[in-house]
């Protein structure tokens, strides 16, 4: 019978048996008579030993890093060993060899970025490019649990649009059987009109396409979304407070989820149970720039601003001037020069941003006419508003984003699989 096949982290709870390891040889040592070799498989990493002698000593000596290797031999206590635990190879099987030198030693920390995503799949052997993933996968899950638990629908809406979304610029267009048609810059229109339908509550997580010019390190031309909208909300500072607590949900399951998190990304971001809520205005007096827009500049300062004098790495900015909101924002009833909206902003970068919604069929259309829009180009929509849409609101969290914060990386390239900007199309 051929020996159980094991993972490399489970070497230890079969010391005194004959094992199988699949894996890649991430280290070779020849010293003397005995070749030491690390084999990394999805688990980690277990020293493997072939001794002069042993009829696997000459294949253990000729193998190289990233060769992908089949080993038999016992596993065994070893004090010396790193987790305490080798195996005494007995017979090592070359499945197949890796050219020597690599594109990228991923083993290296400080590859330059472009090179590293050039050689994504390999920049993915090093543990600390898959966390990124790992973060992601628990972000999006610990999201989409917090969504559920409030009863909200999970939904999944069209990804190929005839209208532009979020207003005209920086769409992809298609052509769609000789038609014109868009790659979905937002779900908005559609978790809107999930409103019209009594569902009340919807979220989904999904692809957004934007043909944005930016090429600097918080951008993206596809990235995942999270939408949520819901019904009956009372203002934006309501809506605001689901974006706050899955913000809250993703990090702490980041945290959690990602091994060694302190050691390789440092401190957890702080979000107190009630952050700051502060509207544009007063946030630009608070770093000193009475009147400001609310730049990329200006949200790192409020970030910083609001550490020291609230001790939150998160902030609510409301209020945002009706010319730098889409069509769909509910207007200040007060001052309609602003808006019921607001934004999060983590560790100085906007991370997520929603409102509440016009519901009034004539406002509304009014109201795409002052951005410029034509309101038949939207009918499919607008027509909704016209039988029983109730008061409603809800926002996008940009996933990459948000991991790019949690984790406190640099590029918010590193926080997705194969990034697409206006240059890299491929891998
Ligand atoms: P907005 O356009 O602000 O709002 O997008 C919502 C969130 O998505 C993320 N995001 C991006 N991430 C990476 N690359 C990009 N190019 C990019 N653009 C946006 C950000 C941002 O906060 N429909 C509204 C949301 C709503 O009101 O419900 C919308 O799309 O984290």
């Given at each position: 019978m051929r020996p159980r096949r094991i993972l490399a982290s489970e070497a230890a709870s079969y010391a005194g048996d004959r094992v199988r390891l699949k894996g890649w040889v991430s280290r070779v040592r020849v010293l003397g008579g005995i070749v030491f070799l690390e084999l990394r498989d999805r688990s980690g990493s277990v020293q493997v030993v072939a001794r002069?002698?042993?009829?696997?000593f000459n294949t253990a000596k000729k193998l190289g890093r990233d060769y992908v290797v089949a080993v038999e031999g016992e596993a065994r206590l070893e004090e010396r060993a790193p987790g305490r635990v080798e195996i005494v190879a007995a017979h090592i099987e070359v499945i197949n060899e890796a050219e020597k030198?690599?594109?990228?030693?991923?083993?290296?920390?400080?590859?330059?970025l472009n090179l590293r995503l050039d050689w994504r799949f390999l920049d993915l052997r090093n543990p600390r490019s898959q966390a990124a993933l790992k973060a992601l996968a628990e972000a999006a899950h610990a999201v989409r649990q917090y969504f559920r638990s409030q009863g909200f629908l999970e939904i999944f809406t069209p990804?190929?649009?005839?209208?532009a979304s979020e207003g005209g610029a920086d769409v992809f267009p298609l052509v769609y059987f000789g038609r014109e048609a868009f790659l979905a810059q937002s779900p908005q229109l559609y978790k809107q009109l999930m409103?019209?339908?009594?569902?009340e509550r919807v979220f989904e997580i999904g692809v957004a396409f934007r043909a944005e010019e930016h090429r600097g390190p918080?951008?993206?031309?596809e990235f995942r979304s999270i939408d949520y909208e819901l019904s009956f909300v009372e203002d934006h500072v309501e809506v605001a407070k689901y974006a706050v607590e899955a913000v809250r949900r993703a990090a702490e399951a980041v945290v959690r989820g990602v091994e060694g998190y302190n050691e390789v990304f440092g401190e957890p971001p702080r979000i107190p149970g009630s952050p700051p809520i502060l509207s544009v205005d007063e946030a630009c007096r608070l770093i000193g720039?009475?009147?400001?827009?609310?730049s990329a500049e200006e949200e790192e300062l409020l970030g910083k601003a609001v550490a020291k004098?609230?001790?939150?790495d998160l902030v609510v900015v409301t209020e945002y001037p009706w010319s730098d909101r889409p069509f769909y924002t509910m207007k200040h009833?007060?001052?309609?020069?602003?808006?019921?909206s607001f934004d999060i902003i983590l560790r100085g970068l906007e991370i997520a941003s929603g409102s509440q919604r016009e519901h009034r069929y004539e406002v509304l259309v009014q109201q795409l006419r002052e951005k410029g829009l034509d309101p038949s180009g939207f009918k499919f929509y607008l027509?909704?508003?016209?039988y029983g849409m109730p008061p409603h609101g809800g926002a996008g969290i940009g996933l990459e984003r948000l991991v790019k914060q949690i984790l406190g990386?640099?590029?918010?390239?590193?926080?997705?699989?194969a990034p697409r900007d206006p240059e890299r199309l491929a891998p």
């Open positions: 002069k002698g042993s009829p696997c030198p690599l594109p990228l030693d991923y083993t290296r920390s400080g590859n330059p990804k190929i649009i005839g209208q409103m019209a339908t009594g569902v918080r951008h993206l031309c720039r009475p009147g400001c827009k609310m004098e609230y001790g939150s009833p007060e001052d309609p020069s602003k808006t019921r027509d909704h508003f016209k990386l640099r590029n918010i390239r590193e926080a997705v699989l």
